[in-house]
């Protein structure tokens, strides 16, 4: 094990707003050494947008910060404090196996939490080793970078170091750490968690450090608090919309893996959905389909519902008028979610105004879709272009019939043809992640350390809406099989 160093000239401009914060909201620590980093990706773009020097990270006085064996100036590692209802139940948390290094202020004068995942035992990692694997780490890597490409708020990834040293899981599995980039890692949990064993000054203090920090223009409103309140069911309203626009699961939508800031984070066992049916689930433990993709608007509107009790003391004295405003807020979350997405919808079928019949002629395809097991990705790729897919859908009188409808829609409307097809080229991704192609990059990489699949799945994910012809192979579905696809938490 070396002596950790003082890193220099990297770019790193690091700032601790959250360390000023009460004592109680965290820990500080250092990273566990590691025995041997070694980089097997990093995000040039990002890193450039956050003002690193990208052949700076690449030397080995970089790479070290991606493990925690060094540390750049200015940075004040710490555990944040947490605690969430997972599947329901109110549980204490924290960072269990990551540490904030700091906030990196960009040249554009932005902040970004810069977090190591898989960093090592923290006062809150419970029965957890700290630790982190290869595979899980790179799988976080890419979908969350496939969700920036599909222009959905998300965290993201950085960089992906292994450590030199096995983890156990079932096997023992090469330990990696993930460089994490959020706008802030507050969640609901960090509000549940000062709510219940904080003061109501330290929920005070939290509300304003979030209000400043996220949403600034808090200054000419009555009630900031309320303010709040609102703002975060906005975010959500419309980062959930934009989840079921692609299809995606998050699969483990606990209050403390729903950010306070609008981004999705906390890639464990999501996936995106392929055959169309909301009763979607792919995460292993989800016996239930608590979190299946139907339910995914349900679920934010409870977690926000947790959130605005925790808010409860601040929104008025009274704690009658509190909860009003409370149950006001939380009840418009519907409205907003389904203007969202209806909106989306519209988007995905070329259509550019409103008419009160457009919810029919959506749900029409989406149950034809559910009824013939269509993928739902490659459906609306295929309207786009207007092909006809050799699937059961396809072929049905039922669809000819709602293609009629569908191109007496777009004849009502003054935009031409041409338009609606770019709206449509704009609006449904060539690509997703989809899982047989995750397994297959991961497989690459983390069985024969052949990173060129993942590096050349990257590339075509970050543009999902070029259609370019490199991208065609990549909508090609998986054979049939009779295993369903399955994820896993934690890994
Ligand atoms: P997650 O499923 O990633 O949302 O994690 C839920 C909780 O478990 C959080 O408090 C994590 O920090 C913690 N956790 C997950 N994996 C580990 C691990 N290997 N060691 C310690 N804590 C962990
Ligand atoms: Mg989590």
Redesign the pocket.
Known sequence: MTERKVVIETGWNLDNSYARLPKTFFTRLNPTLVRSPKLIILNHTLATSLGLNVQALQSNDGVVVFVGNGLPEGALPLAQAYAGHQFGHFTM??????LLLGEQITPFGERFDIQLKGSG?TP???G?????TLGPMLREYIISEAMHGLGIPTTRSLAVVTTGESVIRETDLPGAILTRVAASHLRVGTFQYVSKWGTVEDLRTLADYTLQRHFPDVDDVENRYLFLLQQVIKRQAVLIAKWQLVGFIHG?M?T??MTISGETI?Y?PCAFMDTYDPATVFSSIDIHGRYAYGNQPNIAAWNLARFAETLLPLLHVNQEQAVKLAQDAISDFTELYHCNWITGMRAKLGIFNEEVQDESLIEGLLSMMQKYRADYTNTFLALTFDKSEDTALFGTTEFAQWYELWQARLDRQHEPKDSSQQLMRNSNPALIPRNHRVEEALEAAVKQGDYSVMKRFLDVLSSPYAHSPEQVDYSTLPPPSTCPYRTF??T
């Open positions: 948390l924290g960072d269990g196996r990551a035992k809150y990692s419970r957890g080793d700290g630790r982190a483990v606990n403390d893996n906390d464990g938490c934690g």
